[in-house]
């Protein structure tokens, strides 16, 4: 059996290479190895051909005795057919217009031509054989090469594309068809896609060439992506376009380019797909957008040359001084020049550098006639005039350089200053993309309509305070996702960034203007400024330097930034927003943190995150359904591998509680127990737990009699969270209860007490239940040793409502009676000291419980009648 296929989502050039290998081999079948673009599953039913492209499940590939491959000669793109490669008795042919690469598979005909289609490469063969098209099976192969060629506009297209375009054409192509198999009008969809996709765009320099790169999510979404592609290109006039878009399981990348030194298809082979120089693409399995990014950005400076050199700019010649020239000699020399370092170089070339900062201290402490040997750094960075850009800005940013020598042999051809670091970095910097820099958002009015007049005034003092320090400050994280959601919440937290960036002395500076008090951590370099209402913010230092990966080029300005929020559990929570004056409000969005929270969406960062932190899964199902949100796909998945790998065993139980505490506290605590009893996180945090209409039932009930007591307006304080902890964890024995607080670390006296007060508890319901204490003074004396929590908890479970209401009597009545008469009243009646004072008490307090005493007169009639009087003393 012989059989023509292709690589995976084919396009009108595969399509038509297929038909046009059909016409040479009337026997073969066509069989696509994978999916198609949607335009073209449109245009193969109107094609009108006598034959049709059979399905995969319907050939028997291990029957294939010819494979012949079209449009592409990679066995990693042909799918289920990849396995025919190399196996005997199976003959190979290839007919392809791509660029040769290292996994190319081998034919025993190979028929490869660099024209802009594949199609131009058989329509050539078809015309040297002889072999007669007709006016539809002309029309398809026009399809393909106008495809490929842009209509024959690209700059990939060659006069060989003309000639089978006229060839074509003269057999009857009718370009009407064509021109409507390729017409692409936008869905409503699709345009609501492109313009995700156009606020994500963001332009990078690499190396010198200016690449956009944008980005979306396609979850809902199974048409086209290239045709979105193209558009973006369209509309931005990009001349190199990387789009990234992930899908469920995997991320798609589309990449177009008109620039000699990006090669679209060089950069695709690197992330094991490929294509031409001008267009290609590639998927990546298993990874999240955010890691398909990074490896893109690596492809990227692999492969692209760069274009400048430090002989491209470097500042000559360079200005020197000897090692034997005076400090303040070199002083002057410096500022002469308006330089602020020199080389110092002798006779075997360069010695060291000599800063300006170092020679006017070495001035000020009277040490201008030393030599300039003596203080300059001999431990410095230097480069070739061949060193390439990307290298000199790593050197610049990683080890802080503020000069390099460019040193060619033992000379020092010139050097690269700060004004050429500066303009350097510049160049090299992220400029975001329309949405971003062109017109950032600004969240000042939101601020102000959202925000007590207070926080608002502290938020721009803190921008000011960091301004007067040299540095910036970002308010981060969950507020601002709030403030976008509209949401309450003035939990602050505060990143400082910025060379010699401290937050610490920030947090100091901001109290002393308050007088507040500062609670520090040297080692972690955080601080909390705690005010005199007792209002906390929490304040961090970021760190100075940023990479996109181990080994990677560190981006700079907002690196340090980008860092902290990179390290965050989810795309929604790496929102910033700038404090500074004249920056105030700024919304600062390095990961799609707005897209997510539109599209109403909980996706993490990177794929080891719950290995990492496997609390977040915890945190995951809190957040949506606190937000309404669903959780992405991809990270539904992680979340699932991760339960599989059982991480709760080596979890810290302290920061298993507090997830578990901060989902309990929860309006819709309910419903996420559900969903992680569903997803088998329930049972890892503890295998006793279980979960059902009934639990939920009685844990909504736990949460309606704490939202009762709540409207009792009494001074008392609950716990709430511990009334919900003894309703989830209801199932657990005695000993798994303890066992399972201490594996949480649970800790401080009422935790203690209501833990272990839930086995008196329970013993005193059954007896309420069973009717053994009557009296709502029996109910007292049962409960009165109880923690409140328990109590509340016991209500929730009671069964029977009789016993329900004896309780809810016992919170809301019988605990708050106090009698009349003291101890002090008993002994002015007469009364000797003693424990029938007690009694009597206690007989009173049964007797106003029960309903039996109302007043202080009935309370003295019992008092008279129980207790003895003192004996009257002799002779009276």
């Known amino acids: 059996m012989i059989v023509v296929t292709s690589h995976a989502n084919a396009d009108f050039d595969t399509f038509a290479s297929m038909v046009a290998v059909k016409k040479l081999y009337p026997e073969a079948h066509l069989v696509f190895s994978g999916g198609v673009e949607a335009r073209l599953r449109g245009a193969i039913s109107g094609a009108r051909l006598p034959y049709e492209v059979e399905r995969l499940r319907d050939i028997d590939i291990d029957g294939v005795t010819t494979l012949i491959l079209v449009d592409c000669r990679q066995a990693s793109r042909i799918g289920p057919f990849a396995r025919l490669i190399g196996r005997p008795g199976v003959e190979v042919l290839v007919y392809d217009h ?14 490869v031509e660099p024209f802009g289609a594949t199609t131009t490469v058989l329509v050539r063969v078809l015309k040297e054989k002889g072999v007669g098209i007709t006016p539809e099976e002309a029309t398809v192969m026009m399809a393909g090469i106008y495809e490929d060629t842009g209509s024959l506009s690209y700059p990939s297209t060659t006069l060989a594309d003309f000639e089978a375009a006229a060839h074509l054409f003269s057999r009857g192509a009718d370009l009407a068809v064509v021109s409507g198999f390729l017409r692409k009008e936008l869905t409503p969809e699709e345009v609501s896609l492109l313009n995700g996709f156009l606020q994500s765009g963001a332009v990078y320099s690499i190396c010198g060439a200016e690449v956009l790169i944008a980005e979306g999510y396609l979850e809902r979404y199974a048409g086209d992506v290239s045709a979105i592609a193209n558009k973006i290109v369209e509309i931005e006039g990009a001349r190199s376009l990387f789009m990234l878009a992930d899908s469920p399981d995997r991320v798609h990348i589309v990449a177009r380019s008109r620039l000699p030194e990006v ?99 070495a001035v000020y402490h009277g040490l201008g006639g030393a030599a300039s040997a003596d203080y300059m750094t001999t431990e410095c960075e230097v480069v070739s005039p061949s060193t390439p850009v990307d290298e000199i800005r790593e050197k610049v940013i990683t080890r802080g350089a503020r000069l390099l020598p460019v040193v060619a042999g033992t000379a020092v051809a010139g050097v690269i200053t700060r004004t050429d670091l500066l303009k350097l970095l510049q160049d090299g910097l992220r400029r975001e993309g329309a949405a971003q820099s062109r017109r950032p958002r600004m969240l000042g009015r939101l601020m102000r309509e959202r925000l007590p007049k207070w926080a608002v005034e502290m938020l721009k003092e803190a921008g000011a305070v960091a301004d007067g320090l040299g540095c910036k400050a970002y308010v981060v994280g969950g507020f601002v996702r709030d403030l976008l959601l509209r949401r309450a919440n003035l939990d602050i937290d505060i990143v400082i960034e910025g060379a010699g960036a401290d937050g610490i002395a920030f947090a100091e500076e901001l109290a002393r203007r308050h007088g507040a008090r500062v609670k520090a951590h040297q080692r972690f370099k955080t601080a909390v400024v705690v005010f005199a209402d007792g209002f906390k913010l929490d304040v ?3 760190r100075l330097e940023y990479y996109e990966k181990p080994g990677a080029l560190p981006t700079v300005e907002r690196s340090s930034l980008k860092l902290d929020l990179y390290r965050r559990d989810f795309i929604i929570n790496t929102l910033a927003c700038a404090l500074n004056p004249g920056r105030f409000g700024e919304l600062i969005d390095f990961f799609g943190g707005q897209k997510d929270i539109k599209e109403k969406t909980i996706r993490v960062l990177h794929n080891l995150s719950f290995v990492e932190d496997p609390t977040r899964m915890l945190r995951a199902v809190r957040f949506s359904e606190k937000f309404g949100f669903r959780i992405g796909k991809h990270t539904l998945n992680l979340i699932r591998n991760s ?40 049972g890892l945090i503890h295998g006793g737990m279980t979960w059902g209409i009934e639990r939920e039932a009685f844990f909504e009930r736990a949460r309606e009699t704490l939202a009762w007591h709540e409207l009792l307006y009494t001074e008392d304080r609950v716990e709430g969270w511990l009334v919900l902890f003894l309703a989830l964890a209801d199932t657990l024995t005695e000993t798994g209860l303890a066992a399972f607080a ?52 016991l209500m929730a479970r009671a069964g029977k409502e009789g016993a329900r209401k004896a309780i809810s009597v016992y919170v809301s009545r019988s605990r708050h009676i106090r009698g009349e008469l003291t101890g002090a009243d008993l002994l002015k009646m007469g009364y000797s000291q003693g424990p029938k004072i007690g009694k009597a008490l206690a007989a009173i307090f049964k007797g106003r419980c029960d309903g039996e005493i109302t007043s202080r007169g009935e309370e003295e009639a019992v008092a008279r009648r129980g207790l003895p009087r003192k004996p009257r003393a002799a002779g009276h």
């Open 98 to 111: 791509h660029p040769a690469t290292d996994e190319d598979v081998r034919g025993t005909i190979e028929r």
């Open 263 to 361: 090669d679209a298809g060089a950069v695709m082979a690197a992330l094991g797909g490929g294509g031409h120089a001008y267009a290609a693409s590639a998927t990546l399995k298993g990874v999240t957008l955010i890691q398909a990014k990074e490896r893109l950005l690596a492809a990227l400076r692999a492969v692209i040359k760069p274009r400048a050199t430090a002989a491209d700019i470097m500042s000559q010649p360079a200005i020197t001084a000897g090692p034997e020239t005076p400090i303040k000699e070199a002083v002057e020399l410096m500022r002469r020049y308006n330089i602020n370092a020199a080389p110092v170089v002798g006779e075997a070339g360069l010695l060291g550098v000599l800063t300006r900062q170092v020679a006017d201290k």
């Open 540 to 542: 961090a230092t970021a």
């Open 643 to 682: 339960v599989k790998l059982d991480l709760f065993k080596k979890t810290s139980g302290v920061r298993i509680f507090e997830e578990l505490k901060n989902l309990l506290e929860e309006d819709a605590a309910s419903a996420s127990i559900r969903t992680l009893n569903g997803l088998g996180i329930l």
């Open 742 to 793: 201490k594996r949480l670390k649970l800790s401080g006296g009422k935790v203690a007490a209501v833990i272990d007060g839930r086995r008196d508890g329970i013993r005193a319901l059954g007896m309420i239940s069973a009717g053994l204490a009557p009296k709502d003074s029996g109910v007292y004396e049962l409960l009165r040793p109880l923690p409140l929590e328990v109590t509340l908890y």
